[in-house]
């Protein structure tokens, strides 16, 4: 069977990489190549915001790595490689690559707690371990998925050599996958580790100033929108009604495709046993997730419905429509954004955790999953982001600072 090319993978496999990507690439396989002559473990920690390029280098590097697995002169020479994410949509892109590379297959690619028990079972252990999406690894037992240890990143470090491991704190959305750096440097305190930084923001096209906003807005903090002659052609816009922004949206997916409506948990209405997301006179249903070949963002279908942190996290799209749910509400005392936890549909994310007992930090992580959530969903887009609220005094409010 030949290896073809796939669309699904243009995000994550590129070779146009910044002197930053190539230079973290270059320390990171210093760091391997010298771990492994090591009798004990080690991790590599890449940390950076979203669209900051961390698939990319991983992506990068695990098909480096794999190279050179039967090159005699390499060092990565019959090494035995995995690549895991938890997360079933990228899991897809991720097995897709191999359709396209001749030294990897889709088997390399496996959920976390797939690759855990298989390895307990074989009593094996791995050489080098690349882990997207390390923020998304369990952090508490999970025996519906069969993954009864405490935590997962613990496990894979137990069992590879070498791990190199993704993390975004502001990418944690549950309390079953908690993460904070406090936790990361007890899970890593006993192994030696090294933590590798990227800081330039390459998925938005946009100017600094609207970077600035955006981050700000993810964390509830509200800002004037910067002038249009500010903004290096980005199309950043608040709408009155989620039925405008949607018909601007649809033309914009016409000129350039990959323009998709995305919100988050809080809308109650349901039709014809289907979730759907009503505003005004917007209303469509929510993404579902289904095993296609093509990947949610890239089905033409799509358009018509409102994709979700599980369906787009991870990937890139032109211009996002983000429709605030009920659940983000304007703080008038303190003119930002607030989360009401009572207004949290999908009660999942909220389950108890072993690592959040305080009632201070636990009312902080219902803010923070919801506003991670809203930094995961505002930053997919290239070239524009458009917002409407739910609520209507935050929708009121932003309107005011678009002015």
């Avoid at 910067?226 to 039925?243: M, Q, T, V």
Wanted: aromatic residues 10%; without cysteine.
């Amino acid at each position: 069977m030949s290896k073809e090319y796939d669309k699904n993978l243009e995000a994550f496999d590129r070779s146009d990489l910044s002197s930053e990507q190539e230079e973290v690439i270059h320390n990171l396989k210093e760091y391997i190549t010298s771990s492994l002559k090591s009798n004990q473990h080690h991790v590599a920690i890449i940390e950076g915001a979203a669209g900051t390029g961390k698939s990319v280098i991983l992506t990068k590097l695990f098909k480096e790595v794999r190279d050179g697995k039967l090159d005699p002169k390499s060092p990565y020479y019959r090494l035995k490689t995995a690549f895991t994410v938890n997360h079933p949509e990228l899991l897809k892109v991720y097995q897709d690559m191999g359709a396209k590379y001749s030294n990897i297959y889709k088997k390399d690619y496996q959920r976390p707690t797939s690759i855990i028990n298989s390895l307990d079972k074989k009593k094996e252990e791995l050489d080098v371990l690349f882990v997207d999406e390390g923020h998304l690894l369990l952090t508490k037992p999970e025996p519906y998925i069969k993954f009864k240890q405490n935590n997962q990143l613990t496990e894979l470090i137990r069992l590879a050599k070498v791990v190199v491991v993704v993390f975004d704190f502001a990418q944690v959305i549950q309390s079953k996958m908690f993460w904070n750096q406090k936790l990361l440097d007890e899970v890593v305190k006993d192994v030696p580790h090294k933590t590798f930084h990227l800081d330039f923001q390459y998925r938005m096209k946009a100017s600094p100033q609207v970077k600035a906003w955006i981050d700000d807005f993810a964390k509830g903090i509200l800002r004037p929108l910067p002038p249009k002659s500010e903004r290096n052609g980005y199309d950043l816009e608040i709408f009155h009604r989620a039925a405008d922004l949607f018909a601007k949206l649809k033309q914009v997916d016409k000129k350039m495709g990959m323009a998709r409506v995305v919100s988050t948990t809080g809308f109650h209405h349901d039709e014809d046993g289907k979730h759907h997301v009503v505003m005004d006179d917007f209303d469509q249903p929510w993404d579902e997730y289904d095993p296609q070949e093509l990947v949610w963002a890239k089905r033409p279908e799509s358009i018509n419905e409102v994709g979700s942190i599980y369906t787009v996290q991870g990937f890139d799209l032109n211009l996002v429509g983000l429709l605030l749910s009920p659940a983000f509400e304007y703080d008038a005392e303190h003119d930002r954004i607030w989360v009401n936890p009572d207004k949290v549909i999908h009660r999942e994310i909220y389950k108890k955790s072993p690592h959040l007992t305080d009632p201070k930090a636990i009312a902080k992580a219902k803010q923070d999953f919801m506003l991670n959530a809203l930094n995961i969903l505002a930053k997919r887009g290239h070239y524009g982001l458009y917002i409407a609220a739910a609520d209507p005094a935050l929708n009121k409010r932003l309107l005011e600072l678009a002015k």
